[in-house]
């Protein structure tokens, strides 16, 4: 399974080398100096199981189709980060099963989401299938998921987001990520296809961070500006850099990683006596004498209490071992304790 515990950034190549594997080993060295921690390429090995003969896009696709012994020299230096393949078609699919390089997971694009050629091929892989859900309604996505159960593959991953060149991002809609998670029970990431030049382009690609998601996937470039196939969407080095350290500050705000669990900060902050009022002598308490409502109070005081506010009922009704001065701090070194149920009445609604 992909990692959770952490933001997980996937810098994504798609045809963007337009068949010069030169050009895109240039965009993994960069992908690594960046710090990301996967890099995802688009195979298709077989042109002709992934479109018909008469397909418009068919000669366009052709020369930025990589071979076999091409993807064996790219992957092959492929450093500090995990490989992801978009399998377009079954014999991707079957190069990922034997690749000589680790493969962290492989995905199938929505164009064949309910390809049951592909899902059959998918549900051998040994790693994560990622499930593209951009366009796909619910009955599709559940077909794919419960395909590739019945064929014992149980390592899935759904990622929402699509491609429109670029992707409006009123068209986003990241609630529905809250959806599929709840509907299918699998890890959800966000692949972000938000226009590069749109000023708050990192602050939308790291909302699905924001709202528990850990996994965000960029199309990204070093010839920004050029024009290349999918550079509508694909930010500059700069900018996935920026989203990278935006991320970091995300994940840390929100505390995925901790949800329930103080930060030292914030049990500073919490600390009854200096922050939170502590329970105090309200007058003069004699030694002997038995403590009362009446007789405490809530108030800040300068330094620490060892009770805390909720425990004020070990208070009252047991006597003071000495002498306790108005706004000194009442706790057990200074009371008698003995349980008792505390006489609560003057606090209750009696009208």
């Excluded at 077989?46 to 020369?63: G, K, N, S, V």
């Excluded at 694909?234 to 991320?247: G, H, M, P, T, Y």
């Excluded at 009854?272 to 409502?293: C, N």
């Excluded at 006597?319 to 209750?348: C, M």
Aim: aromatic residues 8%; charged residues 25%; hydrophobic residues 40%.
């Amino acid at each position: 399974m992909l990692p959770s515990d952490r933001p997980y950034i996937i810098g994504e190549t798609a045809f963007h080398h337009e068949g010069d594997t030169a050009f895109l080993e240039t965009l993994v060295r960069d992908a690594k100096n960046t710090g990301l921690d996967a890099v995802k390429f688009h195979l298709l090995l077989d042109l002709d199981d992934y479109m018909i003969a008469t397909h418009e896009a068919l000669e366009i696709l052709r020369p930025w189709c990589l071979k076999a012994e091409q993807w064996d020299q790219v992957l092959g230096n492929v450093e500090g980060m995990d490989v992801i393949l978009l399998c377009n078609d079954v014999k991707s699919v079957e190069y990922a099963l034997q690749s000589k390089t680790p493969v962290k997971a492989i995905e199938i694009h929505a164009t064949g989401i309910n390809d049951i050629f592909l899902l059959e091929a998918a549900s051998r892989f040994s790693g994560t299938v990622i499930l593209g859900t951009g366009g796909s309604t619910l009955d599709e996505i559940q077909f794919a998921i419960d395909f590739l159960k019945k064929n014992g593959k149980d390592d899935m991953f759904l990622m929402h987001g699509f491609q429109s060149y670029p992707t409006d991002f009123r068209d986003i809609r990241l609630e529905r990520m809250n959806k599929l998670a709840a509907l299918f029970g699998l890890p959800v990431g966000y692949a972000d296809h938000t226009d590069p030049e749109h000023p708050n382009n990192a602050f939308i690609s790291c909302l699905g961070i924001a709202n528990g998601y850990n996994v965000i996937e960029k199309h990204f470039t070093n010839r920004f500006g050029e024009k290349r196939i999918d550079a509508q969407s694909a930010v500059s080095i700069e900018q996935l850099n920026q989203i990278k350290d935006l991320a970091s500050i995300t994940w840390d705000s929100i505390g995925l990683h901790t949800p329930l669990e103080l930060s030292e900060a914030e049990r500073k902050y919490g600390n009854t006596g200096p922050m939170k009022k502590a329970i105090v002598a309200r007058e003069r308490i004699a030694e002997g004498e038995v403590i009362t409502p009446e007789k405490i109070a809530f108030k800040r005081t300068n330094v620490s209490s060892s009770i805390k506010q909720i425990e004020w009922s070990k208070i009252i009704r047991n006597k003071a071992l000495r002498t306790i001065e108005k706004d000194e701090i009442i706790d057990l070194s200074n009371v008698d304790y003995q349980f008792a149920v505390p006489e609560i009445s003057q606090f209750k609604n009696t009208r």
